[in-house]
Every structure is written in structure tokens, then in C-alpha cells.
């Protein structure tokens, strides 16, 4: 049952009403200057296609930041960002709900610059004027990505805060003065607890996938964020669902939001082709084989690290170069291993689901569910990776004997009809799918880096510990103090790792166990 706020007790974060924004970069449209009525739940708007017509320029971005997305191959709009951007460059608080791969990115990022761009205040020093929180590091590098193009052709400064790494360039760079933080929330607290950091003076408040933040339990520190911004900010929050808590984010800290919901996640894609490979358990190593070894990038999903990480040593062994991704690996071997995904130099990423929530890479061909997963939504958040941006792809889940029963009803709850066929290695069915196989190629195997050991826990200038880690695929829910790694050899906050060989959480030695 969803309970108020403060009848749990939670202090009062009542917002102040907005008057018409009259700064906007687009003040002049007739189309911005419609009232808006207050309503006690969020007032939705129909879904739409984009409209003929629709482009960036007559949605309202300048004409000099649409080079800019030309440039990066972004020439026209997609419907959520049709549906969103009236309303956000009208500085209206606004709700989103897409899928991933829908174009939420942009659909933030072109509100938050253009409007810090218009805006009088200048930036100060550890005080950034727009914040954007985001569930994992792999996400907040993938939104820089995006944003810094069009903030550095607007003169803004942007960074990123993310755990996992050194803090110090982190405390630098904001000392410095950035208008955009794209931040995870537990490495932005510590920092704000430090002193090196102020959120006073954000104007622009951004959620990003508030959903998958409230799965990994960051709920607390995210409302203790948001009760640091000033009430009168414009947010913008967009999420693929309203449970698990991100609802009472809504009715506490959005002002007369307008909902867009756009292609929700938790709706199967039409473009997306679902299959269930029946196999023998004995069968299913040859054939996940198979279906890794075709010449298109494709994407594998296991239940737990342990076990990404064995899939990719096994598939490399075999001749099919694999990297993995999990929250047992170090930053810099995370980004490494993306890096690789991402520019082809390897074809398969092996991967569980909360490290891969932060992937955003287009034209993965296949996503093979090695391993089910438990519940329907973790099946389209994974099958999600592939049928981006309006693309076809194709989702392929294993299924033993003993899991019969769990995976038909998984199909029946995510609302799809997959092609249910009996295969063993070799099977037409498989080769149908990958197409001709890669030629193997065996290569040397390099060790990933050794992740941080802990440091003694940093005292706060508040006389308490603190420090958290931002990935909740190597840490226990806690919206409590963790510990700040100390005493860092690099850049990347490397130091050497226990002689037992075995990676201890950054939350006291205690990991969560799976993914």
C-alpha cells in the first residue's frame, strides 16, 4: 500500500507554484503559454507518434544545437522527445515513461542545457546549477556521452560523480565550477557530506531510470538529494514503471506534472522477434556456443557474476572472444570491457542484469538468456538491449527440462508469444538465427583488473564514516553510511588486491550474492 509521505513522518518538501517561465529559449511559442491546472495526480498526455511535421527546430531547439545533433547522426526527433520537449523547455515539471533505447537521453539533455544556457545565474564553485542522478556508472558515462556535445557548444561545463573510482578529480572538477553533475547517489552524498559539494543552486533536477534506483534501494539517499535542491527547481523524471516507490517521488517532489508515457519498458517491442530453445542440459553449453559465434554483436545474459564470468573465460577459450560485465570487476576494467562491446573489437558481452542496465549500444543483433530470469520485467529490461531506436532484433531464452514451467509462465507475464522449438547443437533452427559463424579465433586471455581492497572508513567533518559504493551489483542495500576508499595509488583509485585473491565489498567485506 503507497503511503504519504508525511504521514511517515518525512518532513514537508511542499513546492512553491511556478509562474509562467517567460526565459525559456523558446518564450515566444503560442504553444508554451497554455494553463496549466493543478491537479493532485500527474495530468497525462495521449501517446503519439511524431506528428509530420515534427522536427527538432519547430519542437523548439535552436537551430545552431540541431547542427550539433546532425553531426552526431541525431537528424530527427523520437516520440518521446516529440511528446516531452514542449513541455520541459517550458519549464514545467514533466514525468517520462519509455523503454530503454526509446531516446529518454536526449529528451533530458536538451531541456537541461538550453535552459542553463538562458538562465542568468552563472556557475559557482562546487555548486552546480543542474543534476543529473542516474543508477549506475555505466549509465552516468553513457548520459555524458550525450550531453557534453551540445553543453560544450553552449559554453556549460559538465561532470560526472560516480563511486568505484578516485574522488579527488571528482572534488576538483566541481571545485572548479560545472553547470551539469551527472551523478550516482551514493558517491554525490559522501561528497555533499565532505563539504565539497552544495546543491543550493540546481535549477534542473533529472531522474533517470528513478525505477531501476528504487530496485537497487537508493530511494533514501536519492529523497535526502532531492530535499538539498531548491523546491522551486524545474525536475524531470523518467522512469519505465510507477512502483517500488517512484510514485511518492512524484506526488513529493513534482509540481503539476505532465505524464508522457511513450513505449513503456514493460511492454514487449513489436520489432522484436522472441524464441525459446528447449535443450538438454547437457546440450546447452554446445549451443550457447552457437549462438555466440555468429559475426553480429550479441549479448548474453547470466543470473549471476560467478557465472558471467566463467561464460566469457569458456567462450574465449573456444575461440569466440567474450567480455564480461558484472560489479566483481574493477572501473577501469568495466569501462575497458564496454569500450570493447561498444566499438566492436569484441562481438560478445557476457553480462548480469544489474551491471547491464547501464548498456546502451546500439545494433546488438541477439540476446540470449542463458540463464531466465526470475521475473517478467527483468526479461524485457533484458531482451531490451536488442530492437533499439526502431531496429529489429531478436531475444533467444534457454529453457532445461526443470525449467519448463517457470519459463512459459514468465512468457505468460511478460505478454508474449515466443517460438517454442527443441534444438541440440547444429540445429537449423540456430543457424537460422546467427547466420554464418564467425571464424574462431583464439586469443590470450588478459586477467581483469583487481578491484579496490577496502581502506579504513574516512571521517566526515560531521564527526561520522562515510563513503558508499553506487553499484548496487557489488553492494548490499543500505541507506546508511558505507566506507570512503583512502590512500588511492592512481587515478583510477587501484590498489593492491588481498592475498587471498578474493574482492571484498566496499560496504565492510558483506557483497550481495548474485546479480
Given at each position: 500500500m503507497t503511503t504519504s509521505p508525511r504521514a511517515a513522518g518525512a518532513p514537508s518538501h511542499r513546492r512553491r507554484r511556478r509562474r509562467p517561465d517567460t526565459n525559456r529559449p523558446d518564450a515566444n511559442r503560442?504553444?508554451?503559454?497554455?494553463?496549466?491546472?493543478?491537479?493532485?495526480?500527474?495530468?497525462?498526455?495521449?501517446?503519439?507518434?511524431?506528428?509530420?511535421?515534427?522536427?527538432?527546430?519547430?519542437?523548439?531547439?535552436p537551430a545552431s544545437v540541431v547542427e550539433v545533433l546532425a553531426r552526431r547522426g541525431v537528424t530527427a526527433p523520437f516520440p518521446i522527445q516529440t511528446a516531452t520537449l514542449p513541455d520541459s523547455l517550458a519549464g514545467r515539471d514533466v514525468l517520462g515513461r519509455g523503454r530503454t533505447g526509446s531516446g529518454k537521453t536526449l529528451a533530458f539533455a536538451l531541456p537541461t542545457v538550453l535552459r542553463l544556457a538562458a538562465s542568468p545565474s552563472r556557475r559557482q564553485p562546487g555548486r552546480p546549477r543542474a543534476l543529473v542522478l542516474v543508477p549506475t556508472r555505466e549509465l552516468a558515462n553513457q548520459v555524458l556521452e550525450t550531453l557534453r556535445p551540445i553543453a560544450d557548444a553552449l559554453g556549460l561545463r559538465t561532470t560526472t560523480v560516480y563511486g568505484g573510482v578516485g574522488q579527488q578529480p571528482q572534488v576538483r572538477a566541481l571545485q572548479a565550477g560545472v553547470d551539469v553533475v551527472i551523478a550516482c547517489p551514493g558517491r554525490l552524498d559522501d561528497l555533499i557530506g565532505q563539504r565539497h559539494c552544495s546543491l543550493g543552486s540546481v535549477e534542473i533536477t533529472v531522474l533517470d531510470e528513478a525505477d531501476h534506483m528504487a530496485d537497487l534501494g537508493f530511494l533514501p539517499v536519492v529523497r535526502r538529494l532531492l530535499d538539498?535542491?531548491?523546491?522551486?527547481?524545474?525536475?524531470?523524471?523518467?522512469?519505465?514503471?510507477?512502483?517500488?516507490?517512484?510514485?511518492?517521488?512524484?506526488?513529493?517532489?513534482?509540481?503539476?506534472?505532465?505524464?508522457?508515457?511513450?513505449?513503456?519498458?514493460?511492454?514487449?517491442?513489436?520489432?522484436?522477434?522472441?524464441?525459446?530453445?528447449?535443450?538438454?542440459?547437457?546440450?546447452?553449453?554446445?549451443?550457447?556456443?552457437?549462438?555466440?559465434?555468429?559475426?553480429?554483436?550479441?549479448?548474453?545474459?547470466?543470473?549471476?557474476?560467478?557465472?558471467?564470468?566463467?561464460?566469457?573465460?569458456?567462450?574465449?577459450?573456444?575461440?569466440?572472444?567474450?567480455?564480461?560485465?558484472?560489479?566483481?570487476?574493477?572501473?577501469?576494467?568495466?569501462?575497458?570491457n564496454l569500450e570493447a562491446f561498444t566499438n566492436g573489437s569484441t562481438r560478445v558481452l557476457v553480462a548480469t542484469d544489474i551491471a547491464a542496465r547501464g548498456i546502451h549500444v546500439d545494433e546488438v543483433a541477439l540476446v540470449v538468456h542463458v540463464d531466465p530470469p526470475a521475473e517478467h520485467k527483468a526479461y524485457l529490461h533484458r531482451s531490451g538491449r536488442t530492437a533499439r531506436a526502431g531496429a529489429s532484433g531478436v531475444a533467444v531464452t534457454l529453457m532445461t527440462p526443470q525449467q519448463t514451467g517457470d519459463v512459459r509462465a514468465l512468457a505468460k507475464a511478460a505478454s508474449i508469444e515466443p517460438v517454442i522449438t527443441r534444438v541440440a547443437p547444429g540445429h537449423v533452427a540456430i543457424t537460422s538465427l546467427v547466420g554464418e559463424p564467425a571464424p574462431r579465433r583464439h586469443v590470450r586471455?588478459?586477467?581483469?583488473?583487481?578491484?579496490?581492497?577496502?581502506?579504513?572508513?574516512a571521517r566526515r567533518t560531521d564527526g561520522r564514516t562515510d563513503g558508499r559504493t553506487d553499484d548496487r551489483d557489488s553492494a548490499r542495500p543500505s541507506g546508511g553510511r558505507g566506507r570512503r576508499q583512502a590512500g588511492r595509488s592512481s587515478g583510477q583509485g587501484r590498489v593492491s588486491a588481498p592475498a587471498n585473491g578474493r574482492r571484498p565489498s566496499s560496504s565492510g567485506g558483506r557483497s550481495r550474492r548474485g546479480a
Open positions: 503560442a504553444h508554451h503559454t497554455t494553463t496549466h491546472v493543478a491537479a493532485a495526480r500527474p495530468h497525462t498526455v495521449a501517446d503519439r507518434s511524431p506528428a509530420r511535421g515534427d522536427d527538432f527546430v519547430s519542437l523548439g531547439v538539498a535542491t531548491p523546491p522551486t527547481g524545474q525536475r524531470l523524471l523518467f522512469s519505465a514503471t510507477l512502483d517500488r516507490g517512484v510514485d511518492v517521488l512524484v506526488q513529493r517532489y513534482l509540481s503539476e506534472p505532465v505524464t508522457h508515457s511513450v513505449d513503456p519498458e514493460v511492454a514487449p517491442v513489436a520489432s522484436m522477434t522472441h524464441h525459446v530453445f528447449a535443450v538438454a542440459l547437457a546440450d546447452k553449453p554446445a549451443v550457447v556456443h552457437e549462438l555466440a559465434g555468429g559475426r553480429e554483436r550479441s549479448l548474453l545474459f547470466t543470473r549471476t557474476r560467478h557465472g558471467a564470468k566463467k561464460l566469457a573465460k569458456q567462450l574465449t577459450a573456444a575461440g569466440i572472444p567474450a567480455v564480461e560485465l558484472h560489479g566483481d570487476l574493477s572501473q577501469s576494467a568495466r569501462e575497458r586471455v588478459a586477467s581483469p583488473a583487481p578491484a579496490p581492497a577496502p581502506q579504513r572508513a
